[in-house]
């Protein structure tokens, strides 16, 4: 018998199918929706999800990426006024990942998102007991800011029912972390309620332990108490 010569390895041709289809998925939604203001090089997969009549209230940047099953949804039926998703250059929604605004969620440049992250700036209505949730629509909710060079991990979420929330830039948002309050630039985050596990001091010029404050900012409205000694596994 003759030993197998050695091949070199090539693509599994099918692999061709998805990449195809996602082309062609992303030169349609670019030209054919109706976006607030799209970049150049935006990628969208094709099981992604954007609603066109609410495309209107999307604004993507250059180099923006929607990756399998990622959802960009405008939780308001008017079609009228300023952008609710604003996502800047170079951007990543990971698989699965949902980012859902009724008021504005603003993603500055350099922001990637891991796979199955929720971002969203309402909640549900619930405090109608006569009535089922489902029937309650949604709260007035707020407004969510995260800062360039931001990482989310795997599982993250991040709410903001009321007031301002803001992620600073360059911060670590850890996997399965739930943040429902402003973070300070440059922290790494984890647990639930979110809790500052280490954080980069300009001053000192060196990582420190734990925030200023100990714990996250309480600029957002929460009803969230945060315990300083809680620490999540990233």
Same mark, same amino acid.
Request: glycine content about 10%; aromatic content about 6%.
């Given at each position: 018998?003759?030993?197998?010569?050695?091949?070199?390895?090539?693509?599994?041709?099918?692999? +061709?199918?998805?990449?195809?289809?996602?082309?062609?998925?992303?030169?349609?939604?670019?030209?054919?929706?109706?976006?607030?203001?799209?970049?150049?090089?935006?990628?969208?997969?094709?099981?992604?999800?954007?609603?066109?009549?609410?495309?209107?209230?999307?604004?993507?940047?250059?180099?923006?990426?929607?990756?399998?099953?990622?959802?960009?949804?405008?939780?308001? =039926?008017?079609?009228?006024?300023?952008?609710?998703?604003?996502?800047?250059?170079? #951007?990543? +929604?990971?698989?699965?990942?949902?980012?859902?605004?009724?008021?504005?969620?603003?993603? =500055?440049?350099?922001?990637?998102?891991?796979?199955?992250?929720?971002?969203?700036?309402?909640?549900?209505?619930? !405090?109608?007991?006569?009535?089922?949730?489902?029937?309650?629509?949604?709260? =007035?909710?707020?407004?969510?800011?995260?800062?360039?060079?931001?990482?989310?991990?795997?599982?993250?979420?991040?709410?903001?029912?009321?007031? =301002?929330?803001?992620?600073?830039?360059? #911060?670590?948002?850890?996997?399965?972390?739930?943040?429902?309050?402003?973070?300070?630039?440059?922290?790494?985050?984890?647990?639930?309620?979110?809790?500052?596990?280490?954080?980069?001091?300009?001053?000192?010029?060196?990582?420190?332990?734990?925030?200023?404050?100990?714990?996250?900012?309480?600029?957002? !409205?929460?009803?969230?108490? +945060?315990?300083?000694?809680?620490?999540?596994?990233?």
């Amino acid at each position: 018998m003759h030993p197998k010569q050695h091949r070199p390895s090539i693509e599994d041709p099918l692999q +061709l199918v998805p990449k195809v289809l996602g082309k062609l998925h992303s030169l349609w939604l670019s030209h054919f929706y109706p976006f607030a203001s799209i970049g150049r090089k935006v990628s969208f997969h094709f099981t992604s999800k954007v609603c066109r009549p609410r495309a209107t209230r999307i604004s993507l940047g250059n180099s923006v990426s929607l990756r399998e099953y990622a959802w960009l949804n405008v939780a308001t =039926e008017d079609p009228d006024g300023e952008p609710t998703i604003v996502l800047e250059d170079n #951007c990543h +929604l990971g698989f699965g990942s949902i980012i859902s605004a009724k008021n504005r969620i603003y993603l =500055e440049r350099d922001v990637l998102i891991g796979q199955m992250v929720l971002i969203v700036d309402h909640n549900h209505a619930y !405090e109608d007991i006569s009535a089922p949730i489902l029937d309650q629509g949604i709260t =007035e909710g707020g407004r969510i800011r995260i800062g360039q060079g931001t990482w989310i991990g795997h599982g993250a979420s991040i709410i903001s029912p009321r007031g =301002e929330l803001t992620i600073g830039r360059n #911060c670590v948002i850890a996997a399965n972390a739930v943040v429902m309050r402003s973070i300070p630039d440059y922290s790494l985050v984890a647990g639930y309620p979110a809790t500052i596990i280490k954080q980069y001091d300009p001053e000192r010029g060196a990582w420190r332990a734990g925030g200023k404050s100990g714990r996250a900012s309480q600029s957002a !409205e929460s009803t969230l108490q +945060l315990n300083p000694d809680e620490k999540g596994a990233a």
